[in-house]
């Protein structure tokens, strides 16, 4: 991720700090966006760093101990019409503020834009905790493929007043940062 290295580098092994990563995939999904975070999450980790990761259900039988990392908090989730195997989680404020209260991270990253990352960047403001979101994909355009054309600016609306409610968005190369920051 090109932001990446600019705000993750900075963070050195002297100076190890919480990061909360919240997201709607994440593994045993695999998929571009899980396999992303799941790299950056050992990069971190490997670094001295302690993430923590919020995701949604994805199967009845998920624990929060799956996989053995103690560290993944599982929300309730709904799936996802036509896009089999994937949910979305539900927004959780309730528990993520219990969450963070308990264990503050120093920094939140939402990683995906849905209900879940919504309600974590409304969470992690209210509580004073500095909050970064990601943009991985372009639900925008994937409106024409369900045939949904004519929701393709509202997605796009909405896509925009989330990430200017972060400190900062970001994203996987300097084309997609100079294409988002031209439009807005």
């Not at 899980?34 to 993430?51: C, D, K, P, S, Y």
């Amino acid at each position: 991720m090109y932001a990446t290295r600019t705000i993750w580098s900075q963070l050195n092994a002297s100076d190890q700090r919480h990061i909360c990563i919240v997201t709607e995939t994440y593994p045993p999904e695999i998929n571009g966006v899980a396999m992303t975070l799941a790299h950056l999450i050992e990069g971190l980790r490997g670094q001295g760093h302690t993430v923590s990761v919020v995701r949604p259900r994805q199967q009845p039988s998920d624990r929060p101990s799956d996989r053995g990392d103690s560290q993944v908090t599982v929300v309730p989730s709904l799936p996802i019409p036509r896009y089999k195997g994937v949910h979305v989680g539900l927004p959780a404020p309730g528990l993520l503020q219990g969450c963070w209260t308990q264990h503050r991270p120093d920094v939140v990253y939402v990683a995906t834009e849905g209900p879940l990352g919504w309600s974590a960047v409304h969470t992690a403001k209210r509580l004073r905790i500095p909050v970064f979101s990601g943009f991985h994909t372009n639900f925008h355009s994937y409106a024409r493929h369900y045939r949904l054309g004519w929701l393709q600016p509202l997605i796009f609306h909405y896509l925009c007043r989330f990430h200017h409610r972060t400190s900062g968005t970001l994203v996987p190369s300097a084309e997609l940062r100079d294409h988002l920051q031209a439009v807005g």
